[in-house]
Nanobody, 125 residues
Framework: VQLQASGGGSVQAGGSLRLSCAAS????????MGWFRQAPGREREFVAG????????RYADSVKGRFTISRDNAENMVYLQMNSLKPEDTAVYYC???????????????????WGQGTQVTVSS
């Protein structure tokens, strides 16, 4: 399994970015995908997750209403649309795959088996 994250960058507060994660190496029908982030000096935290099979989603409270996770099953792509960005959203963002979770979207990173390389998001005030 390979995951390739892209789309990070620098924006001002209130701006938007869309992250992409290209997934390959297996049929992901029973799996879930997650986005995590890690800010300097902080632990990696769950941001959002989506089930490949039925599109169910789950979000961290800090991003609800601002971020939207989606997937394109045909292209094996997962996206994270980030709107109304805040300086506290600054972090390295990672996509991750949790295999054979059958729709259960976990928040803990230990439930995810494969990780992308991370993409930097910087939000200035």
């Amino acid at each position: 399994v390979q995951l390739q994250a892209s789309g990070g960058g620098s924006v001002q507060a209130g701006g938007s970015l869309r992250l992409s994660c290209a997934a390959s190496g297996r049929t992901f029908s029973n799996d879930v995908m997650g986005w995590f982030r890690q800010a300097p000096g902080r632990e990696r935290e769950f941001v959002a997750g989506i089930s490949w099979s039925d599109g169910r989603t789950r979000y961290a409270d800090s991003v609800k209403g601002r971020f939207t996770i989606s997937r394109d099953n045909a292209e094996n792509m997962v996206y994270l649309q980030m709107n109304s960005l805040k300086p506290e959203d600054t972090a390295v963002y990672y996509c991750a795959a949790g295999l054979n979770k059958y729709g259960l979207i976990f928040r803990h990173e230990n439930e995810y088996d494969y990780w992308g390389q991370g993409t930097q998001v910087t939000v200035s005030s």
